[in-house]
């Protein structure tokens, strides 16, 4: 399979452990503060684009979700309040996150709909054909093998599944660019770093996005993996894309 630049992209470049594990050991620093710095550096904004992006799935009506990179589960959460189906599995490498993500399901009270496990994209721990639907907020980046991640969550979908990904993008407007470089170069790693003391996983966060094969080069990716029907929408200007594919 493919190698691709975002996949050698680290949050330690002098660092021997493999991208999963400084990712999964950067997450878990920061995963106290998580939602708060999303809300924060975004000014809740990226509450619309997950709800964009869970309304890409309405038409299939999915009752048995994987959510991929789950995190602190905002995705999960929003989709059992958006969807209801019968069962959303979430997975994530950190473990810092997923206690956080408990933390909110058991306060939602969705226990028994939602579930999180330590699971990695490059092997997804469930049968082929188990899924409606994945989805994959702000996580792709993140996938030390993205062909290999994207051809795992083929496999557990079932045949007509769809998957959702939703991912940050480069603005192509040279003003929003200009101002959207700046912001993510100079005051969120700064801000990042006074409220969670964690400087490098913003820098890192803005070093993904640079590299990370945006728009119809991933539905290209798609395509080559074997999903079908593959679109992907601009949200914000460029900031954040959609993209759908169907098994």
Same mark, same amino acid.
């Given at each position: 399979m493919s190698k691709y630049e975002h996949d050698i992209i680290v949050p330690n470049s002098t660092s021997?452990?493999? +991208?999963?594990? %400084?990712?999964?050991?950067?997450?878990d620093s920061i995963?106290?503060?998580?939602?708060f710095m999303?809300?924060?550096?975004?000014?809740?904004?990226d509450i619309g684009w997950r709800k964009k992006a869970i309304d890409c799935l309405k038409d299939i009506k999915p009752q048995k979700i994987l959510d991929v990179a789950t995190g602190t589960a905002d995705v999960a959460l929003m989709t059992e309040k958006m969807l209801k189906p019968l069962s959303i599995i979430g997975i994530d490498i950190s473990d810092g996150m997923l206690e956080v993500g408990r933390k909110k399901i058991a306060d939602s009270g969705v226990e +028994?709909?939602? %579930?999180?496990y330590n699971g990695d994209s490059a092997a997804i721990q469930y049968d082929d054909n188990s899924f409606d639907a994945v989805t994959v907020s702000f996580g792709v980046r993140n996938f030390e093998f993205l062909e290999k991640g994207l051809s795992e969550i083929l496999r557990v979908l079932r045949p007509g599944g769809k998957l959702v990904v939703l991912e940050f993008s480069r603005?192509?407007?040279?003003f929003v660019k200009s101002f959207y470089n700046f912001y993510m170069k100079i005051i969120s790693p700064n801000i990042a770093k006074m409220?969670?003391?964690n400087k490098n996983a913003y820098e890192y966060l803005d070093a993904s996005i640079q590299k990370f094969?945006?728009?119809?080069?991933?539905?290209?990716i798609l395509n080559k993996v074997g999903f079908k029907n593959n679109i992907n929408k601009s949200l914000s200007q460029g900031i954040c894309s959609i993209y759908c594919g169907t098994k």
């Amino acid at each position: 399979m493919s190698k691709y630049e975002h996949d050698i992209i680290v949050p330690n470049s002098t660092s021997t452990e493999s +991208k999963k594990n %400084q990712v999964a050991a950067m997450f878990d620093s920061i995963a106290h503060r998580y939602d708060f710095m999303n809300r924060f550096l975004s000014v809740g904004i990226d509450i619309g684009w997950r709800k964009k992006a869970i309304d890409c799935l309405k038409d299939i009506k999915p009752q048995k979700i994987l959510d991929v990179a789950t995190g602190t589960a905002d995705v999960a959460l929003m989709t059992e309040k958006m969807l209801k189906p019968l069962s959303i599995i979430g997975i994530d490498i950190s473990d810092g996150m997923l206690e956080v993500g408990r933390k909110k399901i058991a306060d939602s009270g969705v226990e +028994k709909t939602i %579930q999180l496990y330590n699971g990695d994209s490059a092997a997804i721990q469930y049968d082929d054909n188990s899924f409606d639907a994945v989805t994959v907020s702000f996580g792709v980046r993140n996938f030390e093998f993205l062909e290999k991640g994207l051809s795992e969550i083929l496999r557990v979908l079932r045949p007509g599944g769809k998957l959702v990904v939703l991912e940050f993008s480069r603005p192509k407007n040279f003003f929003v660019k200009s101002f959207y470089n700046f912001y993510m170069k100079i005051i969120s790693p700064n801000i990042a770093k006074m409220f969670s003391k964690n400087k490098n996983a913003y820098e890192y966060l803005d070093a993904s996005i640079q590299k990370f094969p945006e728009g119809e080069n991933f539905v290209a990716i798609l395509n080559k993996v074997g999903f079908k029907n593959n679109i992907n929408k601009s949200l914000s200007q460029g900031i954040c894309s959609i993209y759908c594919g169907t098994k």
